[in-house]
């Protein structure tokens, strides 16, 4: 929001009054005497005074600046980020920004419902790449074309700046991406005598699922996550594109279904299921219940996004 303060200049004048008391004498008594000649006393000498541009006119203080809240929807986990720069944002700029965090199960309705009802107060929401395309058809956002200039779009991912551009416009400014990976416990895979390296396919990647429920390595050998849009996005989705083919085409057609991977990968959790090899539950769970799964050693392998695989490093 913007402030217009209206300067007001005032020239204020002043004036010298010069007033003089005359005090009222008693009548004489006696015969008047004849008046003493006196002389008028000499003006005294004064250097004139020097010509003088009008007095400078005076700004009126202004008014105390009005203070600016900028209220933010996000989720909890970009806390860290959210907090370190909020401050920093403060310092520099003296306005206030207040954050409400809202958790993965709640914040694609609220985000919903609060932009459909005008905004809800807030300046700005957080958008997941999954909901991109849904909240900006809304029409509900300002573009924002000036923070990423031209001549710096070649510095970003395209696809990152695609994906936040709506109509031709920007309307989001990417703070964050990363890919899905695919990881795997060294120690599990070493107690089922299965190479990693040696796992050049999703077949392969099923035989491996064999070895590591034959021998027990692990509860599982893999838990997929579809709790949300973007759990299914980086588990189904990633395992469809690494066999080459699309979901949809340019014009946003589904195609999917015009080749085989998207059959072949669900044929695929259907038999990791019925053999024991998938945890069934990965229908509920979100990345980070999976990440849970993987880091306490329940299940083999992990495909997650960037944050999760470096948490699983550490």
Known sequence: MKNLYRLMSGLILFALLLTACATATPAPTEAP????????????????????????????????????TVRMLVRPDEGGNVAKYAEQFQQETGITVAVDFVGWAEIHDKTVTTLASGGGGYDIVFIP??????????????????MISEADRALWLAAVVDMYTFEGNLIAMPWYSGGAHFVYNTEVLEKAGVVADEILTWDDFMAACAKIKETGAAEFCFSPSAKYPG??????????????????????????????????????????????YFDPAGIALDDYETLIEFGTGKTAFMINSTWSATQANR
């Open 231 to 276: 759990n299914f996005y980086y588990n189904f989705g990633s395992m469809v594109r690494s066999q080459g083919e699309s979901f949809f085409d340019a014009d946003g057609n589904p195609i999917f279904q015009d080749g085989s991977a998207a059959l072949k990968v669900m044929e695929m959790f259907d038999t990791g299921i019925k053999e024991g």
């Open 33 to 68: 005497q004849e008046p003493v000649a006196t002389e008028a006393p000499a003006p005294v000498a004064t250097e004139a005074p020097a010509a003088t541009e009008p007095p400078a006119a005076t700004e009126e203080p202004a008014p105390p600046a009005e203070a600016v």
């Open 129 to 146: 790449n999954a909901n991109a395309f849904e909240f900006a058809s809304g029409g509900w956002f300002e573009p924002i074309d000036d």
